[in-house]
């Protein structure tokens, strides 16, 4: 439910809070990490070593594995452009950590999610329904634990 004494992009993230926490994941804000609750972190404004801040940092066993860039509803259409800057963020070295790239980059409103995966020889980003499953329990059979953690 919307609600309208909050800013657009405040309305698209609590969309994203809940729809991440229903795939499984567990939003913490960056202040307050509790690595023990789930395998899959989603931590909000993460800060990275340039000075700039990614909206979510995606973490696997306590491993940075990806990002997702939120937007206003009305840029939905524009999600594409929004890509140089969430690829950007993806390559960026996050604060307090020596991380490589990371691989998995979402773009969402909360009503329109894209997904690239920066593994793939020619990546593309790609419409998906939701947010992919960190892999609770069973994390070995889940292709993103299996992805997150190969060489």
Same mark, same amino acid.
């Given at each position: 439910?919307?609600?309208?004494? $909050? %800013? +657009?992009?405040?309305? %698209?993230? !609590?969309?994203?809070? /809940? $729809?991440?926490?229903? %795939?499984?994941?567990?939003?913490? #804000?960056? *202040? ?7 395998? &899959?972190? %989603? ?6 070593? !340039?000075?700039?801040?990614?909206d979510y940092v995606l973490f696997v066993d306590r491993k940075p594995i990806g990002i997702i860039e939120a937007k206003r509803e009305e840029e939905g ?17 996050? #604060?307090? @950590? ?18 690239? !995966?920066? /593994? !793939?020889? #020619?990546? /593309?980003?790609? +419409?998906?329904?939701?947010?992919? /499953?960190? &892999? ?10 299996? @992805? *997150?953690?190969?060489?």
């Amino acid at each position: 439910m919307e609600n309208l004494n $909050q %800013a +657009p992009e405040q309305n %698209a993230r !609590d969309i994203i809070d /809940r $729809q991440l926490t229903a %795939a499984g994941w567990a939003v913490q #804000k960056k *202040s307050a990490i509790n690595w023990h609750v789930s395998a &899959g972190i %989603a931590v909000t404004h993460y800060p990275m070593k !340039d000075g700039t801040e990614a909206d979510y940092v995606l973490f696997v066993d306590r491993k940075p594995i990806g990002i997702i860039e939120a937007k206003r509803e009305e840029e939905g259409h524009h999600l594409s452009a929004v890509e140089d800057q969430s690829s950007g963020y993806a390559a960026s070295k996050l #604060k307090h @950590l020596n991380n490589n790239p990371l691989p998995f980059v979402y773009e969402s409103t909360g009503v329109l999610t894209h997904f690239t !995966d920066y /593994r !793939d020889p #020619k990546p /593309r980003s790609r +419409p998906v329904f939701t947010f992919h /499953r960190p &892999g609770r329990g069973r994390r070995r059979e889940c292709w993103l634990h299996r @992805l *997150s953690h190969r060489d």
